[in-house]
C-alpha cells in the first residue's frame, strides 16, 4: 500500500507500533479496557455506522490489538488483519465471509489434525461442507472443485508430516474456479514463505506457535491480500457484495474496497462470534514477533542439524524434513522457503510403537506436549495425542502413523539437543534386542 | 494542520505514490469539490466527505440531482462551473470515462489538484491535466490515504506501510 518497503527486520519490530501518542512510551501500551468513550453523539454514530475509524468496544477492536494486527499483515504482505483467540477461530473467521449452508470449502487431506477435526465435523454444525483434496496432488484440488465450493483451504507447510505444499498451480487452481486460496502459514511464518506472493488470496496463523514464540499466549490472525476480486464473483458472495442490513445496505466491498474483507472481520465476524484476541496476549505475541527472524533461522539450522543427525542414526528408520535432499517435498522448499525448511521433523525409530514411547519418556531437554513453535525443544507421539482422534486410515494420511515420532526443535545449543536424542535413542535400544550404540 | 507547499512534483508513476507526493499533494488542499457526492449518509462518497470535513477540509459537493440542496451544511452544485468560488482539488466519483471532461474542467478552472477514486483511472486526462501544471492522483481514496498516512487507519488492523519512531499527535 505504502511506496517504500522496509525490511522483514525491521517491519518486524515497527510495523504498526510509533511511539504512543498519549504518552511518547516506546514499547506498545497493554490498553486493558474493554470500551472507549465518544466524542459525541456524532462520533459515536460515525463509529458505529463504520464512516470513520475508531474503537468502540475490545470485542471489535482495540488499539493494542490492532498494532499486532497491523505487524502481522505488514510481514505478509497483505493490506489488513483480523486478530483472533486462537487459531481455530482464525480459520472460522476467515471462512465466515466466504460460507453459508449448504456451501463447499476444498481443504488439504493432510491438515494439522486439529484442523481436520474442526472441517469434519464442527463446520457440518454450520451446514458447511469441507471436501479432501491430496496436496501432494494439486490436480486432486480441480477435481474437488464444484459450483459450491467457496474456498480453497491448504497449509504451506503441513504438520506432521513435513509436507511443503506446492501453492502456484493450486493457487491457479482457485483463480480459475473464482474462489479464494486461503493458506495457513503457522509452521513456515512468514520469515520463511509469503503466500500472498504466490498468490494466495488470505493467510491465517495460529499466532500461539513461533509468532508468539515462547509458549505464552494462545492467539490467531486471518491476513487478507486485499486483491480478491468481489464483484467478479459477486452472486457467490453476498457477505461481501450484496447490501448489509445491520448496516443499513452498505456494501462492505463498495464502501470499503480492498479493505472490505477485513472490515467485515471486525464489524461483522468477531461482532457476532466474538472470539477476539485479549490485549495481553497480543503483546505479549508482539514481543515474541520482534525477534521472529533470528529465531526462525535458528530454529532452522538446529533442525537442519537434527534431521542430518537423525538421518544417520543406526536407530532411526527413517526422517521425514523436507530440508534433506532425498525429501520428496525438498525442491518445494528450495522454492517456496528456501531461507529453511522449518523446524518441525518427523522419524521413525526402529522397533516401532514401543521403542518410540521409550525414547519420548526418555528425553531430559525435550518436552513432552501437544505445542508446537516454542523457543524450547518438544516431543510428542502425534498419534497418542494430538492425531488420537483421526481414523487409522487418516492417521497415515496426515503422516502421523504409528511409529512416528514429532520433533519442534527449540534454540537451545545444538549439541545438547542432539545429545539428548542420542541418549534417549540408547535408552529406547537397550529395551530392545540386540542393543545398537548411537553414532 | 500540514505544511503548506506552494507546488508537488508530478507522479513519476501513476501506479505507485510515494508517501511524501500523496502528503505534499494534501497539505496544499484546503477545499475539495466532490463530483458525484451522494446526499445518502451511508454511501462512499458521502464517508469520504465527512471524513475530510471532520480532518478541517471545505468539501463543496458537485452533484446536478441535488442542486440547491445540501449535504453535510455545505451547498450543493449542479457542475464545477457554477461553484462561486475557487476550489484547490476536485474528487472524481465518477467512472473512469466521465473522469475525463471532469478533469478538464478542473485544470480551466484554476484547480492545483484533480484526484480519481480508487477504481477510476483516466491516462489520457490525466496528462492533459498534468500538462496544463496540475497535480493528479488516480485509482485512490483520499479518506484511506489521509487516515492511512496519519494513522488511524492502522486502528482497524491495516497495513499502512507507515515506519516512524517520531511521536504521533495524539
Given at each position: 500500500?505504502?511506496?517504500?518497503?522496509?525490511?522483514?527486520?525491521?517491519?518486524?519490530?515497527?510495523?504498526?507500533?510509533?511511539?504512543?501518542?498519549?504518552?511518547?512510551?516506546?514499547?506498545?501500551?497493554?490498553?486493558?479496557?474493554?470500551?472507549?468513550?465518544?466524542?459525541?453523539?456524532?462520533?459515536?454514530?460515525?463509529?458505529?455506522?463504520?464512516?470513520?475509524?475508531?474503537?468502540?468496544?475490545?470485542?471489535?477492536?482495540?488499539?493494542?490489538?490492532?498494532?499486532?494486527?497491523?505487524?502481522?499483515?505488514?510481514?505478509?504482505?497483505?493490506?489488513?488483519?483480523?486478530?483472533?483467540?486462537?487459531?481455530?477461530?482464525?480459520?472460522?473467521?476467515?471462512?465466515?465471509?466466504?460460507?453459508?449452508?449448504?456451501?463447499?470449502?476444498?481443504?488439504?487431506?493432510?491438515?494439522?489434525?486439529?484442523?481436520?477435526?474442526?472441517?469434519?465435523?464442527?463446520?457440518?454444525?454450520?451446514?458447511?461442507?469441507?471436501?479432501?483434496?491430496?496436496?501432494?496432488?494439486?490436480?486432486?484440488?480441480?477435481?474437488?472443485?464444484?459450483?459450491?465450493?467457496?474456498?480453497?483451504?491448504?497449509?504451506?507447510?503441513?504438520?506432521?508430516?513435513?509436507?511443503?505444499?506446492?501453492?502456484?498451480?493450486?493457487?491457479?487452481?482457485?483463480?480459475?474456479?473464482?474462489?479464494?486460496?486461503?493458506?495457513?502459514?503457522?509452521?513456515?511464518?512468514?520469515?520463511?514463505?509469503?503466500?500472498?506472493?504466490?498468490?494466495?488470496?488470505?493467510?491465517?496463523?495460529?499466532?500461539?506457535?513461533?509468532?508468539?514464540?515462547?509458549?505464552?499466549?494462545?492467539?490467531?490472525?486471518?491476513?487478507?491480500?486485499?486483491?480478491?476480486?468481489?464483484?467478479?464473483?459477486?452472486?457467490?458472495?453476498?457477505?461481501?457484495?450484496?447490501?448489509?442490513?445491520?448496516?443499513?445496505?452498505?456494501?462492505?466491498?463498495?464502501?470499503?474496497?480492498?479493505?472490505?474483507?477485513?472490515?467485515?472481520?471486525?464489524?461483522?465476524?468477531?461482532?457476532?462470534?466474538?472470539?477476539?484476541?485479549?490485549?495481553?496476549?497480543?503483546?505479549?505475541?508482539?514481543?515474541?514477533?520482534?525477534?521472529?527472524?533470528?529465531?526462525?533461522?535458528?530454529?532452522?539450522?538446529?533442525?537442519?542439524?537434527v534431521a542430518e543427525h537423525l538421518a544417520k542414526h543406526k536407530q532411526v528408520a527413517w526422517v521425514s524434513y523436507a530440508g534433506l535432499k532425498d525429501s520428496p517435498y525438498f525442491k518445494n522448499y528450495r522454492k517456496y522457503m528456501p531461507r529453511g525448511a522449518g523446524a518441525v521433523l518427523t522419524f521413525g525409530v526402529k522397533g516401532g510403537y514401543e521403542a518410540g514411547v521409550k525414547v519420548v519418556e526418555s528425553v531430559e531437554l525435550f518436552s513432552h506436549?501437544?505445542?508446537?513453535?516454542?523457543?524450547?525443544?518438544?516431543?510428542?507421539?502425534?498419534?497418542?495425542?494430538?492425531?488420537?482422534?483421526?481414523?487409522?486410515?487418516?492417521?497415515?494420511?496426515?503422516?502421523?502413523?504409528?511409529?512416528?515420532?514429532?520433533?519442534?526443535?527449540?534454540?537451545?545449543?545444538?549439541?545438547?539437543?542432539?545429545?539428548?536424542?542420542?541418549?534417549?535413542?540408547?535408552?529406547?535400544?537397550?529395551?530392545?534386542?540386540?542393543?545398537?550404540?548411537?553414532? | 494542520?500540514?505544511?503548506?507547499?506552494?507546488?508537488?512534483?508530478?507522479?513519476?508513476?501513476?501506479?505507485?505514490?510515494?508517501?511524501?507526493?500523496?502528503?505534499?499533494?494534501?497539505?496544499?488542499?484546503?477545499?475539495?469539490?466532490?463530483?458525484?457526492?451522494?446526499?445518502?449518509?451511508?454511501?462512499?462518497?458521502?464517508?469520504?466527505?465527512?471524513?475530510?470535513?471532520?480532518?478541517?477540509?471545505?468539501?463543496?459537493?458537485?452533484?446536478?440531482?441535488?442542486?440547491?440542496?445540501?449535504?453535510?451544511?455545505?451547498?450543493?452544485?449542479?457542475?464545477?462551473?457554477?461553484?462561486?468560488?475557487?476550489?484547490?482539488?476536485?474528487?472524481?466519483?465518477?467512472s473512469s470515462a466521465e473522469a475525463g471532461p471532469i478533469a478538464d474542467e478542473a485544470a480551466r478552472l484554476g484547480a492545483k489538484v484533480v484526484w480519481m477514486q480508487i477504481g477510476v483511472r483516466n491516462d489520457e486526462a490525466c496528462k492533459r491535466a498534468e500538462d496544463a501544471g496540475l497535480t493528479v492522483v488516480m485509482n485512490r481514496c483520499p479518506k484511506i490515504e489521509y487516515s492511512r498516512l496519519y494513522g488511524e487507519l492502522s486502528w482497524g488492523g491495516?497495513?499502512?506501510?507507515?515506519?516512524?519512531?517520531?511521536?504521533?499527535?495524539?
Amino acid at each position: 500500500m505504502a511506496d517504500k518497503q522496509f525490511g522483514f527486520e525491521t517491519r518486524s519490530l515497527h510495523a504498526g507500533a510509533a511511539p504512543d501518542p498519549a504518552t511518547g512510551a516506546r514499547s506498545v501500551p497493554i490498553y486493558q479496557t474493554t470500551s472507549f468513550v465518544f466524542d459525541d453523539v456524532d462520533h459515536a454514530a460515525s463509529l458505529f455506522n463504520l464512516q470513520r475509524p475508531g474503537f468502540i468496544y475490545s470485542r471489535l477492536t482495540n488499539p493494542t490489538v490492532s498494532v499486532l494486527e497491523e505487524r502481522i499483515a505488514a510481514l505478509e504482505g497483505g493490506i489488513g488483519a483480523t486478530a483472533t483467540s486462537s487459531g481455530h477461530a482464525a480459520q472460522i473467521l476467515a471462512l465466515f465471509p466466504l460460507m453459508a449452508p449448504g456451501l463447499e470449502v476444498v481443504a488439504s487431506s493432510k491438515l494439522y489434525g486439529g484442523s481436520i477435526n474442526q472441517m469434519k465435523h464442527s463446520y457440518k454444525k454450520f451446514g458447511w461442507n469441507a471436501v479432501f483434496a491430496d496436496p501432494d496432488d494439486p490436480a486432486s484440488f480441480k477435481k474437488a472443485v464444484t459450483d459450491k465450493t467457496r474456498a480453497i483451504f491448504v497449509e504451506s507447510l503441513a504438520n506432521p508430516g513435513g509436507i511443503v505444499i506446492d501453492l502456484e498451480p493450486i493457487a491457479r487452481i482457485a483463480k480459475d474456479a473464482g474462489v479464494p486460496l486461503i493458506v495457513d502459514n503457522t509452521l513456515a511464518t512468514p520469515w520463511l514463505c509469503r503466500p500472498f506472493e504466490w498468490g494466495a488470496d488470505m493467510v491465517v496463523h495460529s499466532t500461539t506457535k513461533y509468532l508468539s514464540g515462547n509458549g505464552s499466549s494462545v492467539g490467531g490472525v486471518v491476513v487478507d491480500s486485499g486483491k480478491f476480486d468481489w464483484f467478479k464473483a459477486k452472486a457467490k458472495y453476498p457477505s461481501m457484495t450484496a447490501p448489509a442490513p445491520e448496516y443499513h445496505g452498505l456494501t462492505f466491498a463498495e464502501t470499503f474496497g480492498p479493505l472490505g474483507y477485513t472490515v467485515y472481520g471486525h464489524a461483522v465476524g468477531l461482532r457476532d462470534l466474538g472470539p477476539c484476541q485479549s490485549p495481553m496476549n497480543a503483546w505479549i505475541t508482539l514481543q515474541g514477533i520482534e525477534t521472529l527472524a533470528i529465531r526462525m533461522e535458528r530454529h532452522c539450522q538446529n533442525a537442519q542439524r537434527v534431521a542430518e543427525h537423525l538421518a544417520k542414526h543406526k536407530q532411526v528408520a527413517w526422517v521425514s524434513y523436507a530440508g534433506l535432499k532425498d525429501s520428496p517435498y525438498f525442491k518445494n522448499y528450495r522454492k517456496y522457503m528456501p531461507r529453511g525448511a522449518g523446524a518441525v521433523l518427523t522419524f521413525g525409530v526402529k522397533g516401532g510403537y514401543e521403542a518410540g514411547v521409550k525414547v519420548v519418556e526418555s528425553v531430559e531437554l525435550f518436552s513432552h506436549l501437544a505445542n508446537i513453535g516454542d523457543t524450547r525443544s518438544l516431543i510428542i507421539h502425534p498419534a497418542s495425542t494430538t492425531h488420537r482422534q483421526l481414523t487409522p486410515e487418516q492417521l497415515v494420511a496426515a503422516g502421523a502413523g504409528p511409529d512416528v515420532i514429532r520433533l519442534c526443535i527449540g534454540i537451545e545449543t545444538i549439541d545438547d539437543i542432539l545429545a539428548d536424542l542420542d541418549q534417549a535413542l540408547a535408552k529406547a535400544g537397550a529395551g530392545a534386542a540386540p542393543a545398537k550404540a548411537a553414532e | 494542520m500540514l505544511a503548506a507547499m506552494t507546488r508537488a512534483a508530478p507522479a513519476m508513476s501513476h501506479d505507485t505514490y510515494t508517501d511524501e507526493f500523496l502528503k505534499s499533494t494534501l497539505a496544499r488542499v484546503r477545499t475539495i469539490a466532490v463530483v458525484g457526492a451522494s446526499a445518502n449518509w451511508n454511501r462512499p462518497s458521502f464517508f469520504v466527505m465527512k471524513y475530510l470535513q471532520a480532518k478541517g477540509f471545505r468539501i463543496v459537493p458537485v452533484n446536478p440531482k441535488e442542486a440547491g440542496s445540501t449535504i453535510l451544511g455545505e451547498p450543493v452544485y449542479a457542475s464545477l462551473a457554477e461553484i462561486p468560488h475557487p476550489v484547490d482539488m476536485v474528487e472524481i466519483f465518477r467512472s473512469s470515462a466521465e473522469a475525463g471532461p471532469i478533469a478538464d474542467e478542473a485544470a480551466r478552472l484554476g484547480a492545483k489538484v484533480v484526484w480519481m477514486q480508487i477504481g477510476v483511472r483516466n491516462d489520457e486526462a490525466c496528462k492533459r491535466a498534468e500538462d496544463a501544471g496540475l497535480t493528479v492522483v488516480m485509482n485512490r481514496c483520499p479518506k484511506i490515504e489521509y487516515s492511512r498516512l496519519y494513522g488511524e487507519l492502522s486502528w482497524g488492523g491495516f497495513n499502512s506501510g507507515v515506519i516512524s519512531s517520531k511521536r504521533r499527535k495524539a
